[in-house]
């Protein structure tokens, strides 16, 4: 997809992936931005790759962020920019600091494992020893996550966007598995009562759904 604020472009294949966390911001700033997708079909993917080249990117990869004279790639770094940009950060305070860092780190081991599995031949197999090695991960996450609301408590950052997203993508596969964790359900109760994301939970984008991976993968998870 490709993201278009007032000043720029974000891009990232249409389904919700890595790039997701970033549209969330985006939703969350209640900034004017235009959403194009990428379809994931092997005609724009060849499209993609005759093009990346010429568009200014220093590493030209999906998802891409252009915002006026600034062009990153790579998610994780989309998401931190965006992050300072709308203030979403865990401010001076180091400790703040080091536990935003810890939850951004665990939460891509967890959305690895899971994108890993996605895409695994043998995704049937693994499954269930993805799934008890999951549980032993929740247990651990969910004691880190208390009582929230969200990772610093009332203070949002960009950590808390991929909170949700990638949990919710791992909800797809594991839904009982999630509900157990009785602090990270509460997140992700805490994080769809927003009022700034209230018209996008409830609009028929939303409601449809997107793939979480390639059709082409062992588990897309629409």
């Known amino acids: ?59 030209p990869n999906l998802p891409y962020l252009i915002d006026g004279d600034i062009k990153i790639t790579q998610s994780l770094a989309i998401v931190r920019y965006l992050g300072r940009k709308f203030g979403l950060v865990p401010g001076e305070n180091e400790k703040d600091i080091i536990r935003c860092d810890m939850a951004e780190q665990e939460i891509v081991d967890l959305r690895t494992a899971f994108g890993r599995l996605c895409y ?11 799934l008890e090695n999951l549980d032993k991960k929740l247990v651990v996450f969910d004691k880190f996550v208390g009582e929230g609301p969200f990772i610093l408590g009332e203070k949002m950052t960009y950590v808390d966007f991929m909170v949700f997203e990638f949990i919710d993508q791992i909800t797809k596969l594991a839904p009982g598995n999630i509900a157990n964790a009785e602090n990270v359900t509460k997140f992700l109760d805490n994080f769809r009562k927003l009022p700034a994301l209230q018209k996008y939970f409830e609009s028929e984008e939303y409601k449809k759904g997107k793939y979480i991976n390639s059709p082409r993968s062992k588990f897309p998870g629409k």
Do not use: C
């Open 1 to 59: 997809a490709v993201v278009s604020t007032q000043s720029g472009h974000y891009g990232r294949g249409d389904a919700r992936g890595l790039g997701e966390p970033s549209r969330y911001i985006l939703r969350y700033s209640e900034t004017d931005w235009t959403n194009i997708e990428l379809e994931l079909t092997q005609e724009r993917r060849e499209q993609w790759m005759a093009e990346k080249h010429s568009l200014g990117f220093e590493m």
């Open 120 to 130: 695994d031949p043998a995704f049937e197999e693994k499954k269930a020893a993805y």
